[in-house]
T-cell receptor, first 113, second 116 residues
Framework: DSGVTQTPKHLITATGQRVTLRCSPR?????VYWYQQSLDQGLQFLIQ???????AKGNILERFSAQQFPDLHSELNLSSLELGDSALYFC????????????FGEGSWLTVV | GESVGLHLPTLSVQEGDNSIINCAYS??????FIWYKQESGKGPQFIID?????DKRQGQRVTVLLNKTVKHLSLQIAATQPGDSAVYFC???????????????FGQGTILTVHP
């Protein structure tokens, strides 16, 4: 158990809908990262927050957004969902802002039908 | 780099053998490297890491070797066990002087199968 908690574990939704994935980082970790894992693209970095502020952006679509709250939990919002958004979405956390020893949660499996 | 999930390299070994998983990285500015293990249905699990000022680091049953000249990373697993069967990913990260702020770039992964 990495200490990173993600909910929900599985989610099935229809195209055009919006979903929110939730993440609680490890105790004491200030950085939260979101990654997407799909068969064709592998593990891709989406975005990082540190202590409530966005710190780095990767291949995140404009239809997706994230935020980190004062209690350090984070949410990833996916809107106008398309079939191609079906993937495993991982949250990860680390103590500092520059990564190092990043621990991953178990993921949220999103299926868009 | 990009990963192509349908064409992952595979490595099959017998229980008790030593395993070597290789990874080539492309960014010469990367100075921190990590190996992750991912079992089916689970998130990537941290195994071992190494900074670019080192060429070897050992953990429990695992050793990571870094060759910066040819931008190559390897993970050696001693006395491989069936429980080691998983997909293994190398990942690279820039340091505080970079701009990626902890963004990891993952390799495509290698499927390790350990036969009893």
């Amino acid at each position: 158990d990495s200490g990173v908690t993600q909910t929900p574990k599985h989610l099935i939704t229809a195209t055009g809908q919006r979903v929110t994935l939730r993440c609680s980082p490890r105790s004491g970790d200030l950085s939260v990262y979101w990654y997407q894992q799909s068969l064709d693209q592998g593990l891709q970095f989406l975005i990082q927050y540190y202590n409530g502020e966005e710190r780095a952006k990767g291949n995140i679509l404009e239809r997706f957004s994230a935020q980190q709250f004062p209690d350090l939990h984070s949410e990833l919002n996916l809107s106008s969902l398309e079939l191609g958004d079906s993937a495993l979405y991982f949250c990860a956390s680390s103590e500092g802002v520059f990564g190092n020893t990043i621990y991953f949660g178990e993921g949220s499996w999103l299926t868009v039908v | 780099g990009e990963s192509v999930g349908l064409h992952l390299p595979t490595l099959s070994v017998q229980e008790g053998d030593n395993s070597i998983i290789n990874c080539a990285y492309s960014n010469s500015a990367s100075d921190y490297f990590i190996w992750y293990k991912q079992e089916s249905g689970k998130g990537p699990q941290f195994i071992i890491d190494i900074r670019s000022n080192m060429d070897k680091r050992q953990g429990q049953r695992v050793t990571v070797l870094l060759n910066k000249t040819v931008k190559h990373l390897s993970l050696q697993i001693a006395a491989t066990q069936p429980g080691d069967s998983a997909v293994y990913f190398c990942a690279e990260n820039r340091d505080a002087g970079g701009t990626s702020y902890g963004k990891l770039t993952f390799g495509q992964g290698t499927i390790l199968t350990v036969h009893p």
